[in-house]
């Protein structure tokens, strides 16, 4: 199977910075895209970022200029999101996902993280 943990979540105030970290691992093939949703609560999951295998980068219109997409070259299937500027509507739960081609199957995919929260306080 494969699998994608997310972690760096956390508590930070207005205006501050947190990183997101997420690792695919298991029976990998090949990567195409990995990004991150975000859901605040009674609301619809939204995204946030997502980075390609070609390092072609989206961002969700309310993160724009914001939050950085990167990969961690130190580390195997490894996305970064670098958030700045954190505002109480950034709070939410941000899942990590990919879409990922199998190694057995060869069949592509979507995987989600568990999901790490985020709380912005005013």
């Known amino acids: 199977q494969v699998q994608l943990v997310e972690s760096g979540g956390g508590l930070v105030q207005t205006g501050g910075s947190l990183r997101l970290s997420c690792v695919a691992s298991g029976r990998i093939f090949s990567i195409v895209t990995m990004g991150w949703y975000r859901q605040a609560p009674g609301r619809n999951r939204e995204s946030g970022a997502s980075?390609?295998?070609?390092?072609?980068?989206?961002y969700g219109g309310s993160v724009k200029e914001r939050f950085t997409i990167s990969r961690d070259d130190a580390k195997k299937n490894t996305v970064v999101l670098e958030m700045n500027d954190l505002k109480p509507e950034d709070t939410a739960v941000y899942y990590c996902?990919?879409?990922?081609?199998?190694?057995?199957?060869?069949?592509?995919?979507?995987?989600w993280g568990q999901g790490t929260q985020v709380t912005v306080s005013s």
């Open positions: 980075i390609s295998s070609g390092n072609v980068t989206s």
């Open positions: 996902h990919g879409r990922i081609t199998r190694i057995d199957s060869r069949l592509e995919s979507i995987y």
